[in-house]
């Protein structure tokens, strides 16, 4: 059986993640850190590209690894426009949409497909991009809200929920995605919880938009009422508030750190509070699975748990108790991103998934009357 080769891509605020597979087998990866000084020199992020090209160029050069041989070049993929879930040729119209976010959410995500053009381009080979941040799959009751001409969209972590779905089904319950139903969790810097419907993600939660639970850096959902209030105490302005959505909510508004782990050492320590903000987290959590089961209608064959923060025993075991009753409990700790990106590229290299085109317009644009 062929070994495709596939070069995954995946940039990030302050890092960029690399790694070669020869089929499932990740032959060599590297995290590779930018310091924050040289970064803040470009005034865009498009403008980091060559930096970050470069780079990652010379460190595959000083680790030997020739790109000749690559299949196939995958970016994770950001600032395009809602679509469905799957694989996409990286396109111009893509690469447009990148270059000026065009979905209005500015993160280095966005250059994942334009780096992959970059090299892709240089070799003569293939770039893609796999479920990026932009996948929106609702269905439509879960689109209205109790505003007229508000409705719901979801940002979430689409790869590493999709992925973690995908491998479950296929090694412990030998079945294809398409045919089972999952509550998937994402539990890192970011919280995502997602209802899985015969391989669509039906429902979930826009942690950009600040719904769900609270996490690390991010507010999760609050009465906009107290939310009114505060901002009109405070003073802040809309810019400020957002920044309580997804940089400085969460464990930094109550503690002043992001890292899960130092905020469970203090309350090993005897720190009430942050054993309080630790298990308030957990208790939010576990309050979004059990809306996401009843999405569901309780038919979930599994609620599975992705992410940094299922490295804690606590964490999963608080959950399992709770939520066992609706479907079992599988930890798949940390994530499977670069995996992800490779194995969906590879997927569609066999024929067992087509390749799919970036339409350059939202996937869903409202209703019908």
């Known amino acids: 059986m062929e070994q495709y ?20 087998e990740c032959v060599f990866a590297k995290n590779v850190s930018h310091d924050a000084g040289e970064l803040a020199k470009f005034q865009t992020i498009p403008d980091q590209l060559p930096y970050r090209r470069d780079m990652i160029l010379e460190l595959l050069k000083e680790a030997g690894v020739s790109l000749e041989e690559v299949d196939v070049f995958v970016g994770r993929g950001g600032g395009l426009l809602a679509m469905e879930g799957g694989t996409y040729r990286v396109s ?14 500015i993160h280095p995500a966005a250059l994942g497909s334009q780096l992959a053009n970059e090299f892709a381009a240089k070799y003569g080979k293939k770039a893609m ?37 995908i491998r479950h089904s296929k090694n412990v319950l030998h079945k294809n995605y398409e045919d089972c139903n999952y509550v998937v969790c994402h539990i890192g810097g970011g919280i995502s919880i997602s209802a899985h419907r015969k391989g669509r993600m039906v429902d979930g939660y826009d942690i950009v938009g600040g719904e769900g639970p609270m996490a690390p850096t991010r507010c999760g959902s609050i009465s906009v009422a107290d939310l009114l209030e505060y901002m009109e105490k405070n003073h802040l302005d ?32 005897g720190d009430k509070y942050a054993e309080m903000l630790w298990n308030a987290m957990i208790y939010q959590i576990v309050k979004c699975i059990g809306a996401m089961a009843a999405v569901l209608h309780g038919k979930a064959d599994g609620i599975l748990l992705g992410g940094g923060m299922v490295h ?11 939520c066992s009753f609706l479907a079992p409990v599988t ?39």
């Open 129 to 165: 991009v796999v479920n990026p941040p932009d996948v929106d799959e609702l269905q439509d009751l879960a689109r209205m809200t109790g505003i007229k001409g508000v409705n719901r969209i979801i940002h979430l972590h689409a790869l590493n929920l999709k992925e973690t779905a």
């Open 92 to 105: 111009e119209l893509m690469l447009e949409h990148a270059r000026t976010c065009a979905n209005g959410v």
């Open 312 to 322: 804690s025993d606590d964490l999963v075991q608080q959950i399992t108790e709770s």
């Open 5 to 24: 080769k596939v070069l995954a891509i995946n940039p990030g605020s302050t890092s960029t993640k690399i790694a070669l597979f020869q089929g499932e």
């Open 238 to 269: 809309a810019s400020e508030v957002k920044k309580l959505c997804t940089r400085i909510g969460g464990f930094v508004s109550h503690a002043g750190i992001s890292d899960a782990v130092e905020l469970t050492n203090r309350a090993k320590n």
């Open 331 to 369: 930890a798949y700790p940390g994530e499977f991103e670069m995996e992800a990106m490779a194995a969906g590229a590879i997927r569609v290299l066999k024929g067992e998934e087509k390749l799919k085109e970036y339409a350059g317009k939202p996937v869903w644009s409202g209703f019908g009357w």
